[in-house]
Structure formats: structure tokens, C-alpha cells
């Protein structure tokens, strides 16, 4: 009996553990490497503090991540974050509420970093640069 609990709860542990999720990247210049070691050469250096990163895969102190433009390799978990943030999808309006017929305030462009406050329904309070309002959550790309 005792065994069978035990395969029951490695089998949905490894459920969960193969997930992907999202977490930022925590110091402004992270190195991402082609591998999941030190040892390992670099292949970017990414220099913007919160961007999202999907993580895809996971070993020991590494996991392997994927950004919004595809590239993937492996970051050192010290570098990651649980800060909320996103990139938008497309260009689009910010808003005063969470309504298409609220005050639009500003024009946020596609690829523009965002840092997430909440979300709720389908709308994310957001700020950006000088800019504080609410977005479409469907055009963000990242941790909500």
C-alpha cells in the first residue's frame, strides 16, 4: 500500500514540475548560456531588468528558458524572478479603466516592456515608463 502511494505521488509531482511558467529576469545584464553550467559559453546577454522568460525545462541550480522572440538557453536561477511583467504583442491603447469605453491615455507599441500590477477578467493594470492604466490581457506576452 505504501508503495503505491508513493508512485502515486512522484507521478503527479512530475505532472506539475512539467509545466511551463513564467518568472523575469531579475538584475539588469543576465547571461544566458548554451548550456546549464558556468562552464557552458554564453549566447546572449540580455540588459532589461524584468523581462519575462517562459521556463521550459529545469536542472539543478539551472533552468532552461524561452523568450518572447524564441531564443532559448539556460539562466542561473539566481538570475530569475517572480516580478510580474510583460511584453505587449501588438500596438495598442492604454486605458484610465478596465473598458474600451474608458479614457484612452497613451499608445503603447508592440515589444514594449510592461510591469504588471494585476489583472483581473480580461484587462491588466500595467505601468510603463511614465504611464499607469489598464491593457487587454490577450496582448501581453509574460508573468500575470
Not at 118 to 133: D, P, V
Request: hydrophobic share 40%.
Amino acid at each position: 500500500m505504501l508503495k503505491i502511494i508513493i508512485i502515486f505521488f512522484i507521478s503527479i509531482s512530475n505532472l506539475f514540475a512539467s509545466e511551463d511558467y513564467f518568472l523575469t529576469l531579475r538584475n539588469e545584464k543576465v547571461n544566458l548560456r548554451l548550456g546549464p553550467s558556468f562552464d557552458y559559453p554564453i549566447k546572449i546577454i540580455y540588459n532589461k531588468k524584468y523581462l519575462p522568460v517562459l521556463i521550459k525545462d529545469r536542472s539543478d541550480n539551472f533552468r532552461k528558458i524561452q523568450d518572447h522572440e524564441n531564443n532559448s538557453g539556460w539562466i542561473h536561477i539566481t538570475q530569475l524572478s517572480k516580478k510580474k511583467a510583460g511584453i505587449t504583442m501588438n500596438d495598442m491603447l492604454l486605458y484610465k479603466r478596465p473598458t474600451l469605453y474608458s479614457k484612452p491615455l497613451a499608445n503603447i507599441e508592440k515589444g514594449h516592456l510592461v510591469i504588471v500590477s494585476k489583472c483581473k477578467n480580461n484587462w491588466c493594470k500595467i505601468k510603463s515608463e511614465n504611464y499607469s492604466g489598464w491593457i487587454k490581457k490577450k496582448s501581453i506576452w509574460g508573468k500575470l
